[in-house]
Each structure stands twice: as structure tokens, then as C-alpha cells.
Nanobody, 119 residues
Framework: VQLQASGGGLVQGRGSLRLSCAAS?????MAWFRQAPGKEREFVAA?????YYADSVKGRFTISRDNAKNTVYLQMNSLKPEDTAVYYC???????????????????WGQGTLVTVSS
């Protein structure tokens, strides 16, 4: 499965962006992770049969999925400078709930798209 992420860019604080990730094939779970400069990669959100969010984005970000298009979206609202990072989409099969927030559980990764939030 190949993943192609898009939609990143520069936005002012409190602004919005929508990221898209198109997959070449179907996967049970699709997710977004991010990595800020000098920091480790962290979980953002995932969609399996329900939605999972990191506490830091809950209430501001929404993950959704279009199965017909094998595409997952991340609507990001009320963006903060601390949301600045490279955002990666990931996909996998057979991922259990206890590992859904762990990057090591995912088999497929996109190339990343940069989101920069100015203050």
C-alpha cells in the first residue's frame, strides 16, 4: 500500500487546514502521526471503526475516512504554534486497540506533509 499525503502549508494561529492521505489499497486502520523539530514522532489520530485522538488535539482535530476513495482526512481547527510539525499518514491491518497509538503497529507510511502554524 502506498500513501500520498497532501494539504500542509503555512497558517496563522487559530486557523484551519485539512490534510488528505490517499492510499493505493485498503487498510483496516488509517492514522496520522506528527513529528516536530527535535522531538519524537507522536500519535495524532486514527480511524478504524471509530475515532481515536491524542489528548492534545481532541476537540480541535477531526479524522474522517472515505472508504470509496481509500482516503483519510484530518481536519485541523484552532491551530496552535505547537501543532507545527511534519504530519505523516500511516496505515495497517490487524492493529488492536491497545497499540493503535503506537507507530510501530503500522506497516505503511506516507512521505509527510509540513504544517507550520505562526503565532
Amino acid at each position: 500500500v502506498q500513501l500520498q499525503a497532501s494539504g500542509g502549508g503555512l497558517v496563522q494561529g487559530r486557523g484551519s487546514l485539512r490534510l488528505s492521505c490517499a492510499a493505493s489499497g485498503r487498510s483496516t486502520t488509517m492514522a496520522w502521526f506528527r513529528q516536530a523539530p527535535g522531538k519524537e514522532r507522536e500519535f495524532v489520530a486514527a480511524f478504524r471503526w471509530t475515532e481515536y485522538y491524542a489528548d492534545s488535539v481532541k476537540g480541535r482535530f477531526t479524522i474522517s475516512r472515505d472508504n470509496a476513495k481509500n482516503t483519510v482526512y484530518l481536519q485541523m481547527n484552532s491551530l496552535k504554534p505547537e501543532d507545527t510539525a511534519v504530519y505523516y499518514c500511516a496505515a495497517g491491518n490487524g492493529i488492536i486497540t491497545s497499540t493503535i497509538r503506537q507507530g510501530t503497529a503500522y506497516n505503511y507510511w506516507g512521505q509527510g506533509t509540513l504544517v507550520t502554524v505562526s503565532s
